[in-house]
């Protein structure tokens, strides 16, 4: 992935996935906008695992979302990456670590996993709509990074990426 080069890819959360299968006109407008400049969107393990957990168990009109954004993801250009085994253990630490420090909710165990996740990828920015990532204090976020040895991650409101990039 190193190729790519990590100004060009974007990390996705679940949450901008099923605005995307619920057809937000924003959602959509930011994917198109960042893969006609040449941005790789991408979505990790985590991301996909809450999808599949969803479309089983959450009730209507979660379940169906979740389904269709699954179905859809590659269709819209979205990208996976895995994880090796060494950096799910590291990511687990890194998530844990958020949550003890009350950076992350103890019940959004996955957003401190896909925060590890970005960040092991080294994808600088998190695009969500989530609102409890987007709620992170940003130094102490940066901070954690820092004592962790790990890549920032910046989260961001495709939105507001929007608005940027006019």
């Known amino acids: 992935m190193a ?3 990590p100004r060009k890819r974007l990390a996705l959360d679940t949450n901008l996935l099923l605005d995307m299968a619920e057809e937000r006109d924003w ?5 198109e ?7 790789l969107l991408l979505a990790g393990p985590t991301v996909f695992q809450e999808l599949a957990f969803a479309s089983l168990y959450e009730s209507e009109p979660k379940r169906s979302l979740a389904r269709h954004a699954t179905a859809r993801a590659r269709a819209w250009g979205i990208g996976a990456f895995d994880l090796s085994s060494l ?5 687990e630490r890194f998530a844990d670590r958020l949550l003890m420090r009350g950076l992350v909710p103890t019940e959004e165990w996955n957003d401190a996993m896909i925060l590890a ?15 409890h990532l987007l709620d992170i204090d940003e130094d102490a976020l940066r901070i954690a990074f820092d004592e962790a040895d790990l ?16």
């Open 33 to 39: 906008r960042f893969q006609a400049v040449g941005y």
């Open 3 to 5: 190729e790519l080069g």
């Open 117 to 131: 996740e970005v960040s092991l990828t080294e994808c600088p920015l998190l695009v969500t709509s989530d609102k």
């Open 151 to 166: 890549a920032s991650v910046h989260i961001v409101h495709p939105k507001r990426l929007l608005r940027a990039f006019k």
């Open 27 to 31: 959602a959509h407008e930011f994917r």
């Open 87 to 91: 950096q799910r253990g590291i990511a």
